[in-house]
């Protein structure tokens, strides 16, 4: 078969291959039905680590405390130090506090070589906490009042379940290409995979995204406890594998939790786009990674295409290559808007295309330094995405 032929059948092979994914995430992320009541909550412990200031702390907080379970809770706010920017915030809003059951701070102070300063506060949290069940909660999201009773009804309705987590949303609108670049995002790739590979996986997935997620105690002294996870930069990730691995399940609860982030600078989603890509190293989900590669996979298929067709002359062959970078890209955005996310303005319609420019560029630049900051703290990290010990210099030049 010539190129002349060959080109154009690649194109429409390409081009079919991403209407049939663009379907299947249709699918993936339809609104499903929540879990049965229960007649009876158990008493739950919410953790919530909080370093430095989030967009949006006070209304956030306010959610933590307003969080309508219906039944005994308590929150934890967890804290490096008194010195911490949101210390203030925090003891303000739980005086302020006349909500579901009760609120206090705890310091946990710096963490130890090889913990993150999330799981440092996790443990923290853990080791104060008085509920049947534990939850885990970033500063960065402002759930509902019925996201927790979502979570531990799909938890306790679903056999040989360890634990539950909440899929995430940024349903606000965007000011800075940086607000709409994260949001798709974190809506239209990465939650979009996180549904399809429930969708494949019937609703249980052997890895969690960990923004909102509530464990039961038996599971997590299974695993050995939090102190097993020392040494991984994605805490929730690993805590989910070792759960599976125990022979426990972890569901999805149909219950979409916002989170809260504005004003990014181009710059700013750029170093946290890079921080995302340095999670991926430490081994996801078959599954989940060929769904958050499938686009941009798909989209490079068409640019080469493209690119080798001008080269040849052959007119269909770039009609087709063009059609398939297009319809990627709109797939990313049409994800992004189904899951929940504000549309896009006409000054940031060029985005999702950028994006998927964008990801395999930063890839070489994680795997050559291998720092990741991270809420006011910079971790090395090996090639397998794991914290790395003993190169305290990379960290320091990573900081000047």
């Not at 885990?136 to 531990?152: N, T």
């Not at 062959?317 to 899951?339: C, D, K, Q």
């Not at 890839?363 to 190169?391: C, K, M, N, Q, S």
Request: net charge neutral; proline share 5%.
């Amino acid at each position: 078969m010539s190129i002349d032929a060959a080109l154009p059948l690649a194109g429409l092979v390409v081009l079919i291959e991403a209407w049939h994914f663009h379907r299947l995430q249709r699918a993936a992320i339809r609104p499903t039905a929540r879990f049965r009541k229960l007649d009876a909550y158990p008493s739950l412990t919410v953790v919530r680590p909080i370093k430095g200031l989030d967009a949006g702390a006070e209304e956030n907080l306010r959610a933590a405390l307003d969080n309508g379970y219906p039944g005994a809770i308590e929150t934890l706010f967890v804290l490096d130090d008194e010195r911490d920017p949101a210390a203030p915030l925090v003891r303000d809003a739980i005086a302020r506090h006349r909500g579901c059951g009760t609120a206090r701070v705890i310091y946990c102070g710096e963490p130890p070589v090889g913990r993150t300063g999330k799981l440092h506060a996790m443990i923290a949290g853990v080791r104060c906490a008085k509920g049947e069940l534990i939850a885990f909660a970033d500063s960065d999201i402002r759930p509902g009042r019925d996201a927790l009773a979502m979570l531990v009804e799909a938890l306790l309705s679903s056999d040989r379940a360890g634990c539950a987590f909440a899929p995430v949303v940024v349903a606000g609108r965007h000011r800075t290409v940086g607000d709409a670049a994260y949001a798709l995002t974190l809506n239209g790739i990465y939650g979009a995979a996180v549904a399809t590979a429930a969708l494949l996986a019937r609703g249980e997935l052997p890895f969690i995204m960990g923004q909102l997620m509530v464990f039961d105690r038996e599971a997590l002294r299974a695993i050995g406890g939090l102190t097993s996870v020392e040494g991984q930069l994605v805490d929730d990730m690993y805590i989910g594998a070792r759960l599976r691995a125990a022979g426990y399940r972890n569901v999805v609860s149909p219950g979409a939790v916002p989170v809260i982030q504005e004003g990014l600078g181009l710059a700013d989603f750029v170093a946290i786009y890079r921080r995302w890509i340095a999670f991926s190293l430490s081994g996801l989900d078959t599954a989940f990674t060929l769904a958050s590669f499938r686009h941009g996979l798909l989209f490079w298929i068409g640019i080469l295409i493209a690119a080798v067709g001008i080269t040849v002359g052959s007119v269909p062959a770039v009609g087709l290559a063009a059609l398939v970078v297009l319809s990627t890209s709109f797939s990313v955005y049409e994800g992004h808007i189904e899951i929940g996310g504000a549309p896009l303005g006409l000054r940031h319609a060029w985005v999702p295309f950028a994006l998927l420019v964008l990801t395999p560029l930063l890839y070489p630049t994680v795997y050559a330094r291998r720092v990741v900051p991270w809420r006011g703290r910079t971790y090395a990290i090996d090639h397998r995405g794991r914290l790395a010990e003993g190169e305290p210099e990379r960290v320091e030049a990573a900081m000047t």
